[in-house]
């Protein structure tokens, strides 16, 4: 399924290499993207492959992330969509259709591969660690939810050089997503305002932001 447009957070290829002779508790890229990473903007282009290879879908866009639970991925082709993180609600707007959906985060994130993307450090805490490999010049970490009722069976988090650079996420329609992210840069500020949302006037509103639901 399509990590943001069918609602869940995102291979080319099935990777059956030996895994490295690692740690199984962790692993020293996990640990470092986790705990040092603060802020990452960049390009992606996201492929969705269906059980038998073939490539159903590809769409590109942006992203923001800013630590611990703010994020913003925005969809450029071949629609437009955004789907916006606040710190206490997730927005999705659909511009096509002129709707936004909005969810709590801690609902919506709960053991998903965004959580790793924009959680706390406390987000590996929802995964178990499952080997690390080479290939190419890309170092691979595989996890897998301890909770897969969010539809995702693995992720897979790809590493060029320190940075990370590719993810692939398995579902359990047998479907795969595969991200590859360009221009990546960490670290440096993002303007806050990137992360609030105002659904427009004429828009359709599905769903009830977590503020409305505990005001008393």
Known sequence: MNLLRAGGLLS??????ALADITPETHPLLDEFVSDM??????FEQSLVDADGRVMEVTRGTLQINR?????W??????EQHLIADGANIWSYDVDLAQVTVK??????????????????????????EGGFSRDTVEWVQLAPKNTESG?????????????SQMVFYDHLDQTTLVNLFDVSVNR??????????????????????????AP
């Open 74 to 79: 925005t969809y450029s082709d071949p629609y």
């Open 68 to 72: 611990p639970d703010r994020f913003r």
């Open 104 to 129: 709590p985060q801690l609902e919506a994130l709960a053991n998903t591969p965004a959580l790793l993307l924009g959680g706390a450090d406390d987000a590996l805490d929802q995964f178990d660690y």
């Open 12 to 17: 080319l290829l099935v990777f059956q290499p």
């Open 38 to 43: 603060q802020t990452l903007q960049g390009r």
């Open 152 to 164: 995702f069976l693995r992720v897979e988090l790809g590493f060029v050089d320190g940075t990370i």
């Open 189 to 214: 500020p993002i303007d806050p305002a990137r992360f609030e949302f105002v659904p427009p006037d004429d828009v359709d509103v599905v769903g009830t932001p977590a503020a409305e639901e505990t």
